[in-house]
């Protein structure tokens, strides 16, 4: 069955670091996400993509925050100068038409 | 997108079904129901989506009335391992839309033996 993979699985980073999280939608889908979950929240909306652009991004997704999908496979998730509170789970999604698929999550640890 | 309500918990004893029902008062007429399962520390698993009737799985069963405002999620003979968070979520993914998602706190089930 084909999946989203996701890398690193758990990155300890500093306060002020740049991250980037990277994804490998499946294959033929065309629309790209990325959500976060705080350790005991909800899982909230970060941005969507199609298209090579975003089509839409909630109030999370600031300045701080990129996404780009460089070589036609990859998906990344940027996130510069890190915060204690950007410490969660990030989960990488993409779909085809109706049905969003999640990869298994990248665990950052800001310290 | 629609909001919807589902309780926050429920028990249950292995070999049992399970059912798990949502309420989406405001559903829209282009929006789908899917449901997904997350262990913690695990990205939310597609379990099942549909839009009206019954639809049915390798793993689940998706009952949805004629109005469409409510939808339950029926586990056959749950085992220990079916214990996790099970979200209830509407909304219009297709194409001309983004297919951002809003989830609520799910239902978070526990299978006892």
């Known amino acids: 069955e084909p999946e989203v993979t996701q890398t690193p699985s758990h990155q300890v980073t500093q306060m002020g670091q740049e991250v980037i999280l990277r994804c490998v939608p499946i294959?033929?889908?065309?629309?790209f996400y990325w959500y976060r979950q705080i350790l005991g929240q909800k899982v909230e909306f970060l941005v969507s993509?199609?298209?090579?652009?975003?089509?839409?991004k909630s109030e999370i997704f600031d300045d701080q925050f990129s996404v780009e999908r460089p070589d036609g496979s990859n998906f990344t998730l940027k996130i510069r100068s890190t915060k204690l509170e950007d410490s969660a789970m990030y989960f990488c999604?993409?779909?085809?038409?109706?049905?969003?698929?999640f990869g298994e999550g990248s665990w950052l640890t800001v310290v | 997108l629609a909001k919807t309500t589902q309780p926050i918990s429920m028990d249950s004893y292995e070999g049992q079904e399970v059912n798990i029902t949502c309420s989406h008062n405001?559903?829209?007429?282009?929006?789908?129901i899917t449901w997904y399962q997350q262990f913690p520390s695990q990205g939310p698993r597609f379990i099942i989506q549909?839009?009206?009737t019954k639809v049915t799985n390798e793993v689940a069963s998706l009952f949805i009335p004629a109005d469409r405002k409510s939808s339950t999620l029926s586990l056959p003979r749950v085992s220990l391992s079916d214990t996790a968070v099970y979200y209830c979520?509407?909304?219009?993914?297709?194409?001309?839309?983004?297919?951002?998602?809003?989830f609520g706190q799910g239902t978070t089930l526990q299978v006892k033996p």
């Open positions: 294959s033929n889908h065309l629309y």
């Open positions: 993509f199609y298209n090579n652009e975003i089509s839409e």
């Open positions: 999604a993409s779909s085809a038409k109706n049905t969003i698929y």
């Open positions: 549909g839009y009206k």
């Open positions: 405001n559903i829209a007429t282009n929006d789908y």
């Open positions: 979520l509407v909304g219009d993914h297709g194409s001309s839309n983004t297919g951002k998602l809003i």
